[in-house]
């Protein structure tokens, strides 16, 4: 084919122009081998912010020293990248995708979120050119690179929420953080890792799961410097005091493929993707958040709404995650001819150490409750408030008091107030417990373990009927150590899981009741 000269081609000079003669003539070049349209005499013109969308962008101001991957790695998260030209003597790149949709969807996310490679902005805009055609015997190791990062991406196409592999990729330094937290004493959400990581640039997407009995994460970032710089800062350090240790390397991965937007993993470049497994597709509104989130996120101690609901509050290690508020809870609209403070202690314990209680010495629907921590009494507020006990539909908020006063020596407050700071009953006192990784919302159907050999279903059936409830549903586990039992109503499970939870079984068995988030 006959090379291209600034005659024929119609081009502009300018400092950004595409086909400059010392372009033409530069390292690496290959542009006499580019094809727009098919046509080596098509004109070309120079590339606008304001250009109609095409799949072929043109990216702007690359440093000198960024590699193919690192470019085809912008492109990944919106879908499959088709082709790449470098154009190193200019510091400009062609990436072609596979459709024009993505193209658009890529441009868009980028013009909320400012591009950065190896801790320099980059521009993106749509090229002229709808299609990049390359002599690929000239444009040899973008090619190669291309091949390789497309066989990656292939074969993490079967990455969800829940199943991860890993695929080798062994030319440059991955986008992509495999995180691992030890020592699991609170439970880590998504959220708080988004809240985290985004500290050092643009996070774009983040799985859990659980492999190995062990909680592990994939996160995303839209630059590789940026998880260099993550990995570095946040290796070895604890996201709570003395627990939660993050063990940070770099994946063999260099995209992610995720499939819902859900309390497992998200994508924030796609706000429109559903909840899976039945669950409603995110509100409009928290998805338009999720658009403008990244970019709100990179600013150093800007925290977002969601993160900061979550479960961040506590003893928090990391700097600029911070405790979200007091460790006592005020709950209202109590039952108060039924409550007493051992029940309350039952329920709330369900989602924390419960510390102390006070029932209100002149307001007995109302109680105040000592947690072990902010965490913990952030969990209690989320699952409880609102739910029904003893036929009243209670109302759970953070109080403005730092601690529960117990009564002075020797004065009589009608047993309304009991300290729980040595109950052998806490559920969480042991660092690591599983009981962290079963924590769910109230639930018509109940969780029973340590149940003695000795016991019948039907003798559980109507231990749990005398309760005041109906029992639906009964299956044991396979050890007939543990069970699941269903009861009429959430509200009649909440009964059930306070008056039954540490009944003596004999043979000095206790029952551990709580909720499940299965169904019999």
């Known amino acids: 084919m006959d090379g ?89 790149a062609f990436l072609e995708l596979a459709s024009e949709e993505a193209a658009v969807t890529m441009v868009k996310y980028y013009t909320t979120v400012t591009p950065h490679l190896r801790n320099h902005p980059i521009y993106i805009q749509y090229s002229n050119h709808k299609e990049l055609k390359t002599d690929s015997a000239l444009n040899q190791r973008a090619q190669a690179v291309l091949q390789a990062v497309t066989a990656v991406q292939s074969a993490s196409n079967s990455l969800s929420g829940s199943a991860v592999s890993e695929s080798s990729m062994t030319s440059t330094q991955s986008p992509v953080l495999r995180i691992i937290i030890d020592n699991m004493y609170y439970p880590v959400t998504l959220d708080v890792l988004h809240q985290i990581f985004s500290k050092f640039g643009a996070v774009l997407k983040i799985i859990t799961f659980t492999k190995n009995n062990q909680f592990q994460a994939l996160l995303q970032y839209a630059d590789p410097v940026n998880a260099q710089q993550a990995k570095l800062t946040l290796d070895g350090q604890n996201i709570y005091n003395a ?122 629907d109302s109680a105040l409750i000592q947690m072990a921590d902010g965490n913990q009494a952030q969990l209690a507020m989320s699952h409880l408030n609102g739910q029904k006990m003893y036929g009243k539909i209670i109302r759970v908020t953070l109080s403005k008091h730092q601690a529960v006063q117990l009564p002075r020596e020797g004065l009589d407050d009608q047993g309304l107030t009991k300290d729980f700071g040595n109950s052998p009953l806490h559920r969480f006192k042991k660092p690591g417990s599983k009981n962290f990784q079963n924590i769910f919302p109230p639930s018509a159907t109940l969780h029973l373990s340590n149940i003695p050999s000795s016991i019948s279903e039907e003798e559980l059936r109507t231990l749990f009927s005398n309760s005041g409830g109906i029992v639906k549903a009964f299956k044991f586990f396979q050890d007939h150590k543990m069970a699941l039992l269903q009861m009429g109503s959430v509200e009649e499970a909440i009964q059930a899981l306070i008056e039954l939870h540490n009944y003596n079984l004999g043979d000095n068995h206790h029952l551990r009741v709580s909720f499940s988030k299965s169904t019999i």
């Not at 063990?247 to 995209?255: A, E, G, M, T, Y």
């Not at 429109?272 to 669950?279: E, S």
């Not at 403070?341 to 314990?349: A, I």
Request: one cysteine or more; proline letters at 6%.
């Open 243 to 364: 627990c939660c240790t993050l063990r940070i390397d770099f994946s063999k991965l260099v995209n992610l493929n995720v499939k819902y937007n859900n309390d497992k993993s998200r994508d924030y470049t796609r706000p429109d993707l559903p909840a899976g497994d039945g669950q409603p597709s995110l509100d409009p509104a928290i998805a338009a958040a999720f658009a403008k989130e990244s970019s709100l996120l990179a600013v150093p101690g800007a925290l977002s709404p969601l993160a900061m609901s979550s479960a961040a509050a506590g003893r928090v290690a990391i700097p600029g995650v911070h405790s979200g508020g007091s460790i006592v809870l005020l709950v209202s609209n109590l039952n108060d001819e039924m409550v007493t403070p051992q029940s309350l202690f039952t329920l709330f314990g369900v989602y924390g150490d419960v510390q102390r209680v006070k029932i209100l010495y002149n307001k007995k």
């Open 4 to 92: 291209i000269d600034d005659s024929a081609a119609g081009v502009k000079r300018g400092s950004d122009d595409l086909l400059s003669g010392s372009l033409l003539n530069g390292p690496n070049s290959n542009m006499s081998n580019v094809i727009a349209n098919g046509s080596d005499r098509k004109k070309f013109k120079a590339d606008k912010m304001d250009g109609a969308p095409s799949r072929v962008l043109h990216i702007r101001k690359l440093p000198s020293e960024v590699t193919e991957t690192e470019v085809i790695a912008l492109g990944l998260p919106f879908g499959k990248v088709t082709n790449i030209l470098m154009l190193k003597g200019k510091n400009q």
